[in-house]
């Protein structure tokens, strides 16, 4: 029977998740976590062998912790499940160390296969990101100038570019607003740009 946890910050999506994969005959549930220390601590409760991990989570980011996770239990295979666009963090994610990455619009079929491929060893990627990966590996000098941001910085600049002032940012991330306040400067720096209407645009015409 393989063993997963789940790390997801909504409640009722972990449990229709649960109950997803507790219908397989090969899968189990055998711990969730809605923060980073709530996952640490479960890891040192159960046993796993699959996390399934959210993006967004409040406080410390999924790629965050998914570093993290990688450096405590460089074994453990990590499922990233997002709400968030291929275009934005799947690259990212597999780069910091995840064996796949899927949106929370996959079919359950389609994530059960998924986790298969994973716990036989293997990466789960879309067509599409493949040839992302394909095209930043082969494309270094010509990357665009998003690839120049810290993980946290891109998080913060894909907010940004959706609408969300400095202050909902802060909110939803855990952090104080003069915080966000110094990542958005680094983010206009890096990417010489002066203001947010100018980071909006960018979002939006490279669709992150």
Not at 151 to 159: K, L
Request: hydrophobic share 40%.
């Amino acid at each position: 029977m393989n063993k997963i946890i789940i790390v997801d910050d909504h409640p009722i999506f972990r449990s229709g998740l649960k109950q997803i994969l507790n219908n397989e005959y090969d899968m189990e549930v055998t711990g969730e976590a809605e923060n980073a220390r709530e996952l640490y601590q479960t890891l040192e409760k159960v046993e796993w062998d699959l996390v399934v991990l959210d993006i967004s989570l409040p406080g410390e980011s999924g790629i965050d912790i998914l570093k993290e996770l990688k450096y405590r239990h460089d074994k453990v295979p990590v499922l990233v499940l997002s709400n968030h666009p291929e275009s934005q963090y799947g690259v990212r994610s597999l780069k910091a160390g995840a064996s796949g990455y899927m949106t929370k619009e996959a079919v359950p079929r389609e994530l059960v296969l998924a986790i298969r491929r994973i716990l036989t060893g293997r990466k789960y990627i879309s067509a599409d990101l493949a040839e992302r990966l394909a095209d930043n590996l082969h494309n270094k000098s010509g990357k665009p100038g998003h690839e120049k941001l810290s993980d946290r910085e891109f998080q913060v600049m894909c907010m940004l570019g959706s609408g969300k002032t400095v202050g909902e940012i802060a909110e939803e991330l855990l952090l104080s607003v003069q915080t966000v306040s110094t990542y958005r400067a680094r983010v206009l720096q890096k990417m010489n740009m002066k203001t947010t209407a100018e980071v909006t645009r960018y979002v939006i015409e490279n669709h992150l």
